[in-house]
């Protein structure tokens, strides 16, 4: 089968097409036939070495995708051959034709939503799920402000905040991405390269400001999000690239709170409720993910550079 195959970290160019025997499942295991495969920011951070977690080499990258199941190994109940699935993690790695997968890390995909799209689920829903609710203890009504709202979790957050009954803003650096923030329900989108930004959000939240900003990019945007919390408001971290100075006195004056999320160390229990939040969201239709670009896997290498550039769009997949 196809896969790609990464045998010392570094640059995208380290991940190279090669042809591996297909793998088979053990106990408690299914094999999924891979349709689309996510692409992450994580995975790019792991594929260059520098990441918490580290995979030993030589590795298939790619926790994220969805196939069909095509066989079921020892002691697994719930899934036969031709079951629809998205995944929540794999451990032969889903940029590759076939992947095994724990038995726990399936979920059904429902007819309505595309490999496509399913491959766009697992860690931008379950991110944006955990930082607005598990973390930053989100409730209707309140301002929410999403930075980045464009890319994957951003839109996940801002359709998960929308469904909530939250007051939402989101933010794109494109009239394209703008267009479709608000499409996806965003209340308020803005320009945050804008340099009355601050003041745009001041207006729109009546001075109040958002209660909870979920911020991408920490080491660029962290200084001025606090300067723009309401009282008692929350930033919680997604993402950040590098260091930031921040002063904690905006913070004080607030009695305000900086969380973080980190998807690897989620305990099993709240991942389990992440993903009942997620199908529920996809049963009734207020989840939708968006896929900007679909790439084939021999396209990896690409896919890895475009997935860091800003102006996001939704979801890179990759195509096996």
């Not at 790695?93 to 890390?105: C, F, H, N, P, Q």
């Not at 660029?220 to 930033?235: E, S």
């Amino acid at each position: 089968m196809n896969a790609i195959v990464v045998h010392e970290f570094g640059a995208p160019e380290v991940m190279k097409l090669e042809d591996i025997p297909q793998p088979k499942p053990g106990p408690g295991q299914i094999l999924v036939h891979v349709r689309a495969a996510g692409v992450n920011p994580a995975d790019t951070y792991m594929r260059s070495g520098n990441y918490a977690k580290k995979p030993a080499l030589p590795y298939t990258p790619g926790n994220d995708g969805a196939g069909v199941v095509e066989a079921v190994g020892a002691n697994v109940d719930g899934w036969k051959a031709g079951d629809r699935v998205y995944l929540s993690g794999s451990i032969t790695g889903t940029y590759a034709e076939y992947a095994i997968v724990a038995a726990s890390d399936a979920h059904t995909l429902p007819d309505r939503i595309s490999f496509s799209q399913g491959a766009a689920l697992h860690i931008p829903y379950a991110t944006a799920y955990r930082a607005l609710f598990q973390v930053g203890k989100s409730k209707a009504n309140e301002w929410v402000l999403v930075h980045g709202a464009s890319g994957g979790v951003g839109l996940a957050a801002v359709q998960f905040a929308h469904a909530a009954g939250m007051r939402v803003i989101g933010t794109a650096g494109t009239d394209r991405g703008r267009e479709l923030v608000k499409r996806e329900g965003a209340d308020f989108v803005l320009d945050h390269k804008a340099v009355d930004f601050a003041a745009q959000i001041a207006k729109i939240t009546d001075g109040h400001g958002p209660d909870i900003i979920i911020e991408m990019l920490a080491n660029i945007n962290l200084g001025n999000d606090l300067k723009m919390l309401a009282l008692h408001g929350r930033v919680v971290i997604v993402g950040s690239r590098g260091d930031v100075q921040i002063t904690p006195r905006d913070l004080m004056q607030r009695e305000g709170a900086i969380f973080a999320v980190m998807m690897w160390i989620v305990p099993a229990e709240e991942m389990s409720e992440i993903h009942a939040a997620i199908h529920a969201g996809l049963t009734n239709e207020s989840l939708n993910p968006v896929v900007g670009k679909e790439l084939p896997l021999a396209d990896a290498v690409q896919a890895h550079k475009e997935v860091l550039e800003p102006g996001a769009y939704g979801k890179i997949v990759l195509i096996p």
